[in-house]
């Protein structure tokens, strides 16, 4: 009997990749295909989350988190995941109040990066989660380095994320600067870059980057997958 997995959902096409990478990887693991454990997501608005990131209002965030976390809680979840990267700067308003675990897409990012022996990471992502401390604690805790972007990378970056990714729009224009801001990166010493934005991977992967990838949304569904199983 495999776990009840719960995604407390942010950005549409970020938990839309995390939903589909669990049920189409599930069959390799549960011996069956098309087999897959249940999954609940919930999501609230978007507009509801952005109004407290740009207020600085982490706290608010959490209460949205909360309130997805309790309807998947009422609805048969085991535990939870959250596949928003930014989100997780709320993490510690979570933690003492939900009804229910989480795994950590940073821990989980990070434990990946340390097995395949990574020690200086990039990190691409939106502005706020770039600023925050969410990858580079969890990686220096494994003694891993991280180099974010110049300020002028950052709000590039950002905005097409918000612009365009979360909108399912992927331009020549995106792809060209996630790559120039990669090759900057790899230029500085990273060995590796964090997709640390769940929609980045929908247009960066390891055959069009200059530094190999660690993939935070698909690498947060396989944790939930194993986790799910007991694997």
């Not at 608010?60 to 997805?68: D, F, N, P, Q, R």
């Not at 925050?132 to 891993?144: D, F, H, Q, T």
């Not at 300020?151 to 994320?161: L, Q």
Request: contains cysteine; glycine residues 8%; proline residues 5%.
């Amino acid at each position: 009997m495999s776990s009840h997995i719960g995604i407390v959902a942010c950005s549409a096409e970020g938990a839309a990749l995390c939903y589909r990478t669990i049920c189409i990887e599930a069959g390799r693991l549960m011996g069956r295909h098309h087999a897959h454990p249940e999954i609940s997501l919930h999501s609230l608005s978007l507009a509801a989350y952005e109004a407290c990131i740009e207020a600085g209002d982490w706290a608010g965030v959490a209460e949205l988190m909360l309130a997805s976390a309790e309807k998947l809680r009422r609805s048969g979840a085991d535990f939870l995941i959250s596949p928003d990267n930014t989100i997780h700067q709320a993490m510690p308003w979570v933690a003492g109040r939900s009804p229910l675990p989480w795994l950590n897409i940073a821990d989980v990012v990070a434990a990946q990066a340390a097995e395949r022996g990574f020690r200086r990471l990039g990190l691409l992502g939106t502005r706020w989660l770039i600023d925050s401390e969410v990858y580079p604690e969890k990686l220096a805790a494994r003694g891993i380095a991280c180099m974010r972007p110049e300020p002028g990378e950052r709000d590039e970056i950002n905005r097409f994320i918000m612009q365009e990714l979360v909108e399912g729009v992927f331009s020549p224009a995106a792809i060209a600067c996630h790559q120039r801001v990669i090759a900057r990166l790899k230029d500085e010493g990273c060995d590796a870059v964090v997709l640390g934005c769940t929609e980045i991977p929908l247009i960066m992967n390891d055959g069009n980057s200059p530094l190999p990838t660690l993939d935070s949304t698909r690498l947060l569904a396989r944790a939930a997958l194993r986790r799910a199983v007991g694997r």
